[in-house]
């Protein structure tokens, strides 16, 4: 598939005129209409709510748009769960599924309402110590151990991931919480990442759907919810066919209908903690080429760095990319395109063909919707971009502006430098 910006180069230049690159964009009309299609394929469990990962792109008008479809947010941290709140998510609309959770942070999750969502056995003391009770409605994280798999082929080793509670622990965990007072009762597990296959949904579903019959009936606490968490993924790679989450909705309605129905347990509201695939495509970082060199290879150095999108110097991460108007020319050039940071891995692209590159030139990088701008940190000093929102009737909207010198210097407040360089006493 030929991946296209979802923003034409004219666009770009009318914003960057205006907003200077590298900042992210974001396409409302895409958003929402994957909004649409989550919801309308789960339409079919009445209580079904998606709660978007914040992690993933932790941008109030994104998220409260995303909240016009009924979703919710999933948190794991205190200033998640600090921006949910003053968003307007309240009581359930809040999932708390964290892990390795400090004390204050189950007892700010608790005052909001939230689902807590325990990762761990030990937690359960840990979280009475800290509220002095149970809540009544509580979610178990659940992890299987060994490998994943679908059909031989793997899609991840939960086995080797921090996350959950084993199989003995979570039966134990659920008849200890029943005697505590808990009575509405959840199982989540998030067992294979950035799965580009319709049947990870269904598979996890089976697993989950098999687990709770058998832990209603053994323990008597009565599940009220199954969250199948997130890991929906997204073809970062041209030649990669998209997930149809229309395919997706159907494969958990059947196995719904085969496991949990008979079971009497038709009542049960499926959850989901999606966020790569509900932002993930909808976004791009715009960078500018500033640079061009001619060592032992060639690379184009562009205005953006790993700071504003580490996946690939993280995880090697493929992220495509498209230099605006240069669409239909041939991809007979070989480039390095890099950032200025002082890490050889600041690297957006190696070895990738693309076409003739002069100085000047906008590169769009596509999918960086989700755990892009997020997971951006300031090594070498360097600042966070902004964030854009290109809207449905093609205006366009600073939704974050970009981060300032003094906005990084901020925690140095009260030192004579910070007052040397921004004044005050
Ligand atoms: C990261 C995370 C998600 C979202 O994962 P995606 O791969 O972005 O869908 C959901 N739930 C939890 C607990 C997570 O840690």
């Given at each position: ?139 178990c994280r659940y992890n299987p151990g060994g490998l994943f798999s ?5 899609m991840d080793n939960p086995g080797d991931a921090?996350y959950g509670m084993t199989t003995e622990q979570l039966f ?15 199982i989540h597990a998030f067992l294979a ?10 598979a996890l579903?089976k697993v989950l759907?098999e687990l709770?019959?058998k832990l ?210």
């Amino acid at each position: 598939m030929v991946k296209k910006p979802f923003v034409t180069k004219e666009k770009l230049e009318e914003i960057a005129a205006q907003i200077p690159t590298p900042f992210h964009i974001y396409d409302e009309k895409g958003l929402r209409e994957n909004a649409k299609a989550v919801q309308e394929a789960f339409a079919w469990n009445p209580g079904f709510r998606e709660y978007f990962a914040v992690k993933a792109n932790p941008n109030p008008t994104l998220i409260k748009l995303l909240g016009e479809y009924g979703f919710g947010c999933d948190c794991s941290s205190e200033t998640e769960l600090m921006l949910s709140d003053a968003m307007g998510f309240h009581g359930d609309k809040i999932m708390f599924s964290s892990n390795v959770t400090p004390a204050s942070e189950y007892a700010l999750a608790e005052k909001l309402g939230a689902i807590i969502n325990l990762d761990d056995f030990t937690h359960i003391d840990f979280l009475e110590k800290t509220l002095g009770y149970i809540p009544e409605t509580i979610s178990c994280r659940y992890n299987p151990g060994g490998l994943f798999s679908i059909s031989n082929d793997i899609m991840d080793n939960p086995g080797d991931a921090k996350y959950g509670m084993t199989t003995e622990q979570l039966f134990d965990a659920f008849r200890i919480l029943k005697e505590k007072g808990a009575k509405r009762f959840g199982i989540h597990a998030f067992l294979a990442s950035n799965t580009v296959s319709n049947e990870y949904y269904p598979a996890l579903a089976k697993v989950l759907f098999e687990l709770a019959v058998k832990l209603e009936k053994e323990t008597g606490a009565k599940i009220t919810f199954i969250n199948l968490s997130g890991g929906v993924g997204i073809p970062y790679r041209p030649d990669q066919e998209p997930n149809d989450i229309r395919v997706i909705g159907e494969g958990v309605h059947k196995v719904y209908d085969e496991i949990l129905v008979p079971a009497g347990m038709g009542d049960v509201a499926i959850y989901t903690e999606m966020g790569r695939f509900m932002m993930g495509p909808y976004g791009g970082l715009v960078t500018r080429a500033i640079h061009e060199k001619h060592i032992y290879k060639e690379y184009i150095g562009c205005d953006a760095c790993a700071v504003n999108l580490m996946r690939p110097a993280m995880y090697g991460a493929y992220h495509h990319i498209t230099v605006m108007g240069k669409e239909d020319q041939p991809c007979d050039h070989k480039y390095d395109v890099t950032g200025s940071l002082c890490e050889n891995n600041d690297k957006f692209a190696i070895d990738r063909m693309l076409p003739k590159i002069d100085l000047g030139d906008l590169l769009f990088i596509h999918d960086t919707g989700a755990h892009g701008f997020s997971m951006g940190y300031n090594y070498n000093g360097k600042l966070r971009s902004a964030e854009v929102l290109l809207k449905e009737d093609g205006s366009f909207e600073l939704i974050r502006r970009a981060e300032t010198p003094k906005d990084y210097f901020a925690t140095l407040d009260g030192t004579p430098e910070y007052r040397k360089m921004f004044g005050g006493e």
